[in-house]
Structures are given as structure tokens and as C-alpha cells.
């Protein structure tokens, strides 16, 4: 038996490609509308500080993707004060038909670009149901990894749609962060660094929260015809968006537990799965059209391992084409 290992440096060779990751997690979507799927409610690791944690993410999915496998995560908020990366993972792919092992990847960064290639989707098709006109102004709270690929993932697809960026990290960030100088620079020219996240806030209409916070903050509601990208879960006070009637989740079960601002919803307002769109409803069904331009939407993503299943399958597949990787017997 050889299993194919790609790393951290495997991946950065194959390189980020937007349109393709988006695409992948909209094949993804539709595998998920077809019921084409097995997808077990995470279980959750905690040992020692209550902060941390280990989940397993157990998935098959059907369709194009055609595997099985499980992604490993640690999350340890702690370590960027140790100056190390706060999540780490490693995902196994099996051949759906057989259950053999092919694939071992080192997957922190393909996690985080995941992550924000479901963001990407979501801002698709928001700006679908919003027209050809609609412009944008950008907000990243929280500048680390996944704040980061987020803002490289806005700027290669939808830059002539953003009109000016914000960025604000608690721990600071300066324009000639790396990410930015690598960025295509007609929105690096458009991009400031918020004085803090209430200048972000009020001056943006697409926020992406990408903290580790403890402790929700957000204690505004936003403005008309704002897209709150939930992506950290766990930043609104429920007086901030107890109000907002266009609710996006990848999936109830898995994003009303845990803290988050869905669950906290959930048990202060009464907010019950009936009441949100899921991904499908929006991908596949146009769900948002529905809702007048002017509302805001929420949408509120705990991370679903039939996405992992389907980004893993695509690095594999582009590092096959390339000749990347480490055959290992």
C-alpha cells in the first residue's frame, strides 16, 4: 500500500487557487443536497485548559469527491501568545469503495483555506441575489491565517466589486504586513488599518470576523444591507443581531452548540433551525433573493468535514497533475 503525503510546503507549491477551491465547495454543496453523504456531529477533545481543543471530523462524500476520511484539529487559543499558530490538523483520505488509506495530509493550511473558500461561496451567491450593481466595503476583525486568506481570497475574486478594505487586529497589524505587500494592489492600495474594530465596523457593510476572542464584543447592530461573515462564532452580543432575519448556516445541528453566537440565539431569543437558511437552501435553491437588498445577512459556519473531504480530494488531485508529494509505502 502507498499513501501520497503532502505537507505544508507541498501545498504552498500547488498554491491557492480561488476560483477552483470556491468551486470545489459548491460541488460540495450539491453533494450535500443530494444526500450523497455521511457526516457524524463532531465530538469535541478537552483536556486540562477548557479553552483548548481537539476535534475529529469524520466524513464521506459521494458524488465527484468519491471519499472518505477524517480531519484531525487542534485548536489551542493560547499558543499566539507563545508565538506559535493557534490550529493545527492533519486529514486522512480513504478510497470510498475499499477503505484503504491514499492520502495523509497536513492540512492547517488547506483547513484555513477551506474555511475561506465557503466564505467565497457565500459571498458568490450573496452578491447574486444583490445584482450586478452592488459594491462593497470590506471589514477583517482579526488579521491571523484565516483573516489573512480571506483577504487574499476577497482580492483575487472580488476586487472590482470591493470599493475600499478594512483591517483591525487586537494584537496589530501594519500595511506592510507580508500579506497585504502580497496582494494584487489595486485593493492593497484601497486597503487602511482600522483604529479599532467600531471604525471597522461602521465604516464597512462585508465584515469577516476572524478572532480568537473569549468574549463577544460586537454590541451593535449592523447597518442596512450588511453581510456578517461569522467566520470565529463567537463575537456578537445576541442584542446585535437578534433582529437580523436572513440567518445562514452550514448546518444547525453542528453550529447550535458550543458558545456560539447560533446557540446563544438559540437560548436567549428562541431562534430555532426553522428560522435559518442553510447552505443549500442558498447555493441551490437561491434562498436569498428572497429577502429584501436592504437586510442584513448573517451567516454563521462551524466548519463542515464533507468541505474538508472535498478540499483534501482537490490537493490531492492538483498534486497527482503536478507530480507533488511523498510517496509513502
Known amino acids: 500500500m502507498s499513501v501520497l503525503y503532502l505537507g505544508e510546503e507541498h501545498i ?4 491557492l487557487h480561488w476560483k477552483e477551491l470556491v468551486d470545489s465547495m459548491e460541488a460540495a454543496v450539491h453533494i450535500l ?20 481543543r481537539i476535534i475529529a ?25 507563545a508565538g506559535l499558530p493557534r490550529a493545527h490538523s492533519v ?10 488509506p491514499y492520502a495523509i495530509i497536513n492540512s492547517a493550511l488547506p483547513s484555513a483555506a477551506r474555511t475561506a473558500a465557503v466564505s467565497g461561496l457565500l459571498l458568490r451567491h450573496y452578491l447574486k441575489a444583490q445584482g450586478e450593481k452592488r459594491r462593497l466595503r470590506l471589514g477583517i476583525i ?20 470591493i470599493d475600499e478594505a478594512y483591517i483591525y487586529d487586537l494584537r496589530g497589524c501594519e500595511l506592510s504586513h507580508p500579506q497585504l505587500a502580497a496582494e494584487d494592489q489595486p485593493l492593497r492600495a484601497r486597503t487602511r488599518v482600522a483604529d479599532s474594530w467600531q471604525q471597522l465596523y461602521e465604516a464597512c457593510d462585508l465584515i469577516i470576523t476572524c ?38 448556516v452550514d448546518e444547525w445541528e453542528e453550529v447550535c452548540r458550543e458558545n456560539t453566537d447560533i446557540e446563544q440565539l438559540h437560548l436567549e431569543r428562541g431562534l430555532t433551525k426553522a428560522y435559518t437558511l442553510s ?11 428572497s ?38 509505502k
Open 33 to 52: 443536497n443530494s444526500g450523497d453523504f455521511v457526516q457524524p456531529i463532531k465530538p469535541y477533545l478537552r483536556y486540562g485548559n477548557p479553552d483548548n
Open 279 to 289: 447552505l443549500t437552501d442558498v447555493v441551490c435553491r437561491g434562498a436569498l433573493a
Open 91 to 100: 486529514t486522512l483520505l480513504n478510497h470510498a469503495d475499499t477503505g484503504i
Open 142 to 161: 482579526g488579521f491571523g491565517p484565516v483573516g489573512q486568506l480571506h483577504y487574499e481570497m476577497c482580492g483575487q475574486l472580488y476586487n472590482e466589486r
Open 12 to 15: 504552498r507549491t500547488i498554491g
Open 211 to 248: 478572532t480568537v476572542s473569549n468574549q463577544r464584543y460586537i454590541d451593535r447592530p449592523p447597518s442596512p444591507s450588511s453581510l456578517l461573515l461569522d467566520v470565529s462564532l463567537r463575537d456578537y452580543a445576541t442584542a446585535a443581531i437578534d433582529r437580523i432575519q436572513a440567518i445562514v
Open 291 to 328: 429577502f429584501a437588498e436592504d437586510e442584513p445577512v448573517l451567516f454563521c459556519p462551524m466548519g463542515m468535514a464533507v468541505f474538508d473531504m472535498a478540499a483534501a480530494r482537490y490537493f490531492v488531485e492538483r498534486a497527482s497533475a503536478l507530480g507533488i508529494g511523498l510517496q509513502v
Open 57 to 81: 471530523m469524520p466524513a464521506y462524500a459521494g458524488g465527484t469527491v468519491q471519499t472518505a476520511g477524517i480531519k484531525w484539529i487542534a485548536s489551542f487559543p493560547g499558543n499566539i501568545n
